[in-house]
């Protein structure tokens, strides 16, 4: 048996990766634009055909060159006279131009989808490394069917990506600690990548720094044998890692600058009229950032955002501002109860097994920094902000394996096993997923709002029930996205903007709208906006929704 094992563990591997492939492919196809990925695919494409930084500067370009991959095969017309906002050029690429939006977004996602089922090898490779081959099969199994992970995988944006980016990093820092010449190198490759991808990477910086002095310290110990080290011998080791985590440093910011020029190797660039003004000590430490220009400009606009005031929506109450507890409460929502429960037994395990406490500051560690870091912003906008949380600790939970005692092992097998029957039941629509102690997926819109449910993606869904189930009813639609409801044969006027005696039919509602007055007309008086959309709904019926995000109701 014990021949045919490494064949059994590689065809469990496979099998994993291609039910997520399938998910992610399934979502892929059917979802329409999420909020931002028109933003990202415009973009993409004025990278390819005018190798311009004009739009979206405010996040670096390496996930929207890896888009680029697969919209070259696009043939997609931009107007190249375009004046207005990337928002604007966004909805002009994917509806004004005659191109096949539902195509040039699969083309756009489809590489990242390539990624993400990369990243699920590097998890694989992360917990093996630490606690063997079972443990590897149990990380990937956490990564591969959790909703999150498949959900953000499955679009064209930012999170994901950049999250993958970073575990390869620690994985290749905690390898670094027995061939530091080998992994360092690729290490700092891996952390420009994420840098490369989304400035929200910057505050990991100095962890990943003094991981690796830890991981030289470590790699200049296992030479010396155990033998004692004398005075010389330290500081010539601490030394040696300084030296090593500004070389990782440095090979990091060459990435960074080597994707900007990958767009326009001239790196033309102008700073907007109307660049938001950092003042302080940040604004000077973002001036002396030895970054691209357009990055430092980005990082003015993301860091204006931080002062502002957003709308939020948790536990069915609406708020203004963000919420220090909005993530991990969030998280425990939109999470499988059998991972939870892996995660922290798998924690428990690194903590409390001699062999596995020195990977702590390569997986919790981090994990509870960027945690921290991720709760103090102003967004409360949806987990996407901690997507890293179910990667890392997939790793952690791969750990449950070095504890040998029976019980623990079937536990271990039974909890997979819910994690991938809860996964499997929400299938296709893994954004709006939560947990049965929350009620489900149908249940997650009374909980959460934004990106957690309702992002936009189900227009087409929704035009495909439409003409399917209620061919020639008159519909009322109040959506919340970037969609065009015309593009997916949906003729429909505007609840609000017509007088509540002639909204008749079938009233269909964004679940987002009903958290917010985003959806209320420009010139209504919100509040008096919200009272007739809880009128017209209240003398309505529920009688369908699509995808858990939109709600159908009979007038």
Not at 104 to 133: E, H, K, N, S, Y
Not at 317 to 338: D, M, N
Not at 435 to 444: D, I, L, M, R, Y
Request: aromatic share 10%.
């Amino acid at each position: 048996m014990g021949r045919y094992r490494p064949w059994i563990f590689a065809l469990l591997v496979l099998a994993l990766l291609c039910q997520m492939a399938v998910g992610m492919v399934t979502a892929a196809r059917q979802q329409s634009p999420i909020v931002d990925e028109p933003v990202y695919v415009s973009a993409s494409l004025v990278y390819l055909q005018q190798h311009s930084l004009e739009y979206n500067f405010e996040h670096p370009p390496l996930a929207k060159l890896i888009m680029a991959t697969g919209l070259s095969f696009a043939d997609a017309r931009v107007d190249a006279a375009f004046e207005g906002t990337q928002w604007q050029l966004g909805t002009d690429v994917l509806y004004g131009q005659g191109n096949d939006a539902q195509r040039l977004l699969l083309l756009a996602r489809l590489p990242l989808i390539f990624l993400a089922l990369m990243f699920g090898l590097v998890v694989f490779a992360f917990a093996r490394d630490l606690a063997g081959t079972g443990a590897g099969v149990v990380a990937l199994g956490l990564y591969a069917f959790s909703p999150d992970v498949i959900a953000h995988g499955s679009l064209a944006t930012l999170d994901l990506p950049t999250t993958g980016f970073l575990v390869t990093t620690l994985w290749l820092l905690w390898r670094a600690r027995n061939r530091p010449y080998r992994y360092l190198p690729l290490a700092g490759l891996a952390l420009g990548a994420a840098l490369a991808t989304k400035m929200s990477t910057l505050p990991a910086l100095p962890l990943m720094a003094i991981l690796v002095v830890v991981s030289v310290w470590h790699a200049g110990r296992a030479h010396q044998l155990g033998a004692r080290l004398d005075g010389g011998h330290v500081a010539r080791l601490v030394a040696v890692g300084v030296g090593a985590a500004a070389g990782v440093m440095v090979l990091s910011l060459v990435v960074v600058w080597a994707t900007y020029l990958a767009v326009d190797p001239h790196l033309r660039w102008t700073s907007p009229a109307d660049l938001p003004v950092i003042n302080g000590l940040t604004g000077h430490l973002v001036d002396w950032l030895p970054m691209p220009r357009p990055f430092r400009d980005g990082m003015r606009v993301q860091l204006s955002f931080e002062g502002m005031e957003f709308p939020g929506y948790l536990l069915g109450r609406e708020y203004t501002g963000s919420k220090w507890y909005y993530l991990p409460v969030a998280l425990l929502i939109k999470e499988p109860l059998g991972m939870l429960a892996l995660w922290l037994a798998g924690g428990a395990v690194m903590a409390s097994v001699r062999p596995l406490r020195s990977a702590v500051p390569y997986v919790l560690l981090p994990t509870a920094v960027l945690l921290l870091v991720a709760m103090s912003g102003s967004r409360d906008f949806g987990v996407r902000y901690a997507i890293f949380v179910p990667v890392f600790l997939a790793v952690a939970a791969g750990c449950v394996v070095a504890y040998r005692a029976r019980w623990a092992q079937v536990a271990t097998i039974v909890l997979v096993g819910w994690v991938a029957v809860s996964s499997l039941r929400t299938f296709p629509y893994y954004l709006p997923y939560s947990n049965e102690a929350f009620g489900g997926p149908s249940q997650t819109y009374l909980r959460l709002s934004d990106a957690n449910v309702d992002w936009g993606q189900d227009l087409a869904r929704l035009g495909d029930r439409l003409a399917e189930k209620y061919p020639g009813e008159r519909v009322w639609l109040l959506y919340r996205g970037r969609g065009a409801p015309a593009y997916y044969g949906i003729k429909a006027g505007h609840p609000l903007k017509a007088p509540a005696s002639e909204v008749h039919g079938l009233v269909v509602v964004s679940t987002a709208c009903l958290h917010s007055s985003i959806c209320i007309p420009a010139n209504t008086d919100p509040a008096a906006g919200r009272r007739r959309l809880a009128e017209i709904l209240d003398s309505s019926e529920r009688i369908d929704d699509v995808g858990h995000a939109i709600l159908i109701y009979r007038r």
